[in-house]
């Protein structure tokens, strides 16, 4: 067993702290210690995008992400988007656009989508698909996915 | 999987080479490598986790008298967004564009890219191209030590560095080159970003009028360690990319690889992709 570490961070805009193994990762920290299962746990080596979290306001992959690391940094889960008038707004347009089939992918691609709305507001079809191309879906085929985030920008203007 | 027995997390330079001084440390950066390496049981944990997030002096990309020095835990999305990289480091922005995805980029490291050594490193090659070296840090008597190794003898084989235990990547100091440099990257792979590369080409030149001159070519991915070819660029060397000087340079790149076969391609393959992909990517260069 790994030495615990007594770590404290922000998540979804409250003040966290517990103890975690050094060699733990955040995806399971969230899901197994947290009981915050909206990040999803697919393919566990950054190749999909299931588990995207936010970290001081920019997108990581948490499979791979020591939660050790968390320490003193700011983290935004998809229940924590979702609260908010982007994720509102994602939400309603992935549902309006068809963008759901399994939704295995969709918490993932929902964090993923916000951050590309927050830092690029324009973004067109080419720049959303680039933005989004570390998530993978198995059953939409993207088209739906990057429609719906279109609609979810033209709503912010 | 071993135990980590201790976690730290210096607060300078001087207390990370402390650390690393007494041994049996596994250094860890944006834990894009040692996450999924340590998961699936291919490196296993030292005794003591040592987190270099909070080095001050690994981070930073300045220029000071002719050199850019790019901290160790400069991110991949830093380099992407850096007008200094951009403008006069072309080829290693390009290779930093193509790199794995967004959410990758964030927490990927140069530091981690290099210390990690893969044949396939998609900032290797441009940086090799580039002429860059590495600035290792250590305390071997109570001091703070620096040394430089550049970048071309750095790698001993596939996920080996000439880099000791006892030591800490601190930069990479890229030259500016000349004015006028150009330069492409070129990466083969099926899904652009994420897959490894097949193989990688990154070639620099500086054009007068149509000849090229001060040519570098480096290789990912076609030898044990990412490769320059100096005999390429010799045949190149003030000349213009006429189609038989390009097959000439394609030629000899030939004669300097040792491409394996593996999931990703055949050597075979890998001999094509180098033979066709270094002719395209170099008349490129010579439009520029
Ligand atoms: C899905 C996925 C896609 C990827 N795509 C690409 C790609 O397109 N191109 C590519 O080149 N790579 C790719 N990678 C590999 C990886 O992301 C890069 O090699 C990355 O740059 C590693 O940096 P890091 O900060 O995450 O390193 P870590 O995982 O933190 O460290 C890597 C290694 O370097 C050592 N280390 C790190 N920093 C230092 C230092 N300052 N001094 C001494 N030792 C140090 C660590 O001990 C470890 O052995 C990908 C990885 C994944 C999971
Ligand atoms: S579970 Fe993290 S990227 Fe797939
Ligand atoms: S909706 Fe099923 S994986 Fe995307």
């Not at chain 1, 570490?5 to 197994?32: H, W, Y």
């Not at chain 1, 947290?34 to 190749?47: F, I, N, P, S, V």
């Not at chain 2, 850019?68 to 990289?85: P, Q, Y």
């Not at chain 2, 899904?191 to 070639?203: F, K």
């Amino acid at each position: 067993m790994s030495a615990n570490c007594d770590i404290e961070f922000t998540l979804n805009g409250v003040k966290r702290q517990l103890s975690v193994p050094a060699g733990m990762s955040t995806l399971e920290m969230l899901r197994e210690r947290l009981g915050l299962r909206g990040t999803k746990y697919a393919c566990g080596e950054g190749e999909c995008g299931a588990c995207t979290i936010l970290v001081d306001g920019l997108t990581l992959n948490s499979c791979l992400m020591f939660a050790v690391d968390c320490d003193g940094r700011e983290l935004q889960t998809v229940e924590g988007v979702a609260a908010s008038e982007v994720g509102a707004r994602l939400r309603d347009a992935f549902v309006a656009n068809g963008a759901v089939q399994c939704g295995f992918c969709t918490p993932g691609l929902m964090v993923q989508a916000s951050h590309v709305i927050e830092h690029n507001p324009g973004a067109g079809a080419a720049e959303i698909r680039r933005g989004i191309e570390g998530n993978l879906c198995r059953c939409t085929g993207y088209k739906k996915i990057i429609e719906a985030i279109q609609a979810a920008e033209q709503k912010n203007g | 999987m071993h135990a980590i027995e201790r976690y730290v997390r210096p607060g300078s330079l001087e207390e990370a080479a402390e650390i690393l001084r007494a041994g049996n440390v596994t250094v860890l950066a944006g834990g894009t490598d040692l996450m999924p390496q340590t998961h699936a049981g291919r490196v296993k944990f030292q005794s003591v986790l040592m987190n270099v997030r909070r080095v001050p002096e690994l981070r930073g990309i300045e220029e000071h008298g002719g050199v850019v020095r790019i901290g160790a835990l400069v991110t991949i999305t830093e380099l992407r967004e850096s007008a200094l990289v951009r403008e006069r480091l072309n080829v290693l922005w390009q290779a930093c564009d193509h790199f794995a995805s967004d959410q990758i980029r964030n927490a990927a490291t140069l530091g981690g890219n290099v210390c990690n050594a893969s044949p396939a490193g998609d900032t290797l090659v441009p940086l090799l191209a580039l002429e860059a070296r590495t600035v290792l840090a250590s305390k071997p008597n109570g001091s703070l030590e620096t040394r430089r190794i550049p970048l071309d003898k750095f790698f001993s084989g596939p996920g080996r560095t000439l880099k000791k235990p006892s030591e800490l990547l601190a930069a990479i100091e890229v030259p500016l080159p000349p004015q006028g440099f150009v330069g492409e990257f070129y990466k083969h792979g099926t899904r652009p970003g994420l897959d490894i590369s097949a193989i990688s080409i990154a070639v620099g030149a500086q054009l007068k009028g149509k000849v090229l001159n001060e040519v570098r070519i480096a290789f990912g991915a076609v030898a044990p360690t990412p490769i320059r070819a100096p005999r390429a660029e010799a045949v190149l060397e003030g000349r213009e990319a006429d189609a038989a000087t390009l097959e000439a340079a394609a030629q000899a790149a030939l004669g300097e690889i040792h491409p394996i076969s593996d999931v990703r391609a055949s050597d075979w393959y890998r001999r094509e992709l180098v033979r066709n992909m270094l002719k395209r990517v170099i008349s490129h260069v010579g439009q520029l």
